[in-house]
C-alpha cells in the first residue's frame, strides 16, 4: 500500500499520530500551524489496520490508501 496525503487540507488533529505512530507524526510548520508528516510512504502489511484507523477517523479524511 501506499499513502497519499492532501497536505492543505491537514489541520493537524493528530488523530492520525493516535492511531499509528509507526507512520504518521505531526509537527509544526513554518506557517506556526501542525500538519502531518509521513514516516512511511509504503508502510508494511503489519500496519494495515492502524493505517486505515487513522485514515477512517480523520477528521478531515486528508489520508488515503492506495494499493500498488
Ligand atoms: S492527517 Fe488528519 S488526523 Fe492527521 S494531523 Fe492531519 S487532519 Fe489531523
Given at each position: 500500500?501506499?499513502?497519499?496525503?492532501?497536505?492543505?487540507?491537514?489541520?493537524?488533529?493528530s488523530v492520525c499520530l493516535g492511531e499509528a505512530p509507526e507512520v504518521f507524526n505531526v509537527i509544526?510548520?513554518?506557517?506556526?500551524?501542525?500538519?502531518?508528516?509521513?514516516?512511511?510512504?509504503?508502510?508494511?502489511?503489519?500496519?494495515?489496520?492502524?493505517?486505515?484507523?487513522?485514515?477512517?477517523?480523520?477528521?478531515?479524511?486528508?489520508?488515503?490508501?492506495?494499493?500498488?
Open positions: 500500500m501506499k499513502i497519499k496525503i492532501d497536505l492543505a487540507l491537514c489541520q493537524g488533529h509544526d510548520q513554518d506557517d506556526g500551524y501542525p500538519h502531518v508528516k509521513v514516516l512511511l510512504d509504503s508502510p508494511p502489511e503489519a500496519l494495515r489496520a492502524k493505517v486505515m484507523k487513522a485514515a477512517k477517523y480523520c477528521p478531515n479524511s486528508v489520508i488515503t490508501v492506495l494499493e500498488d
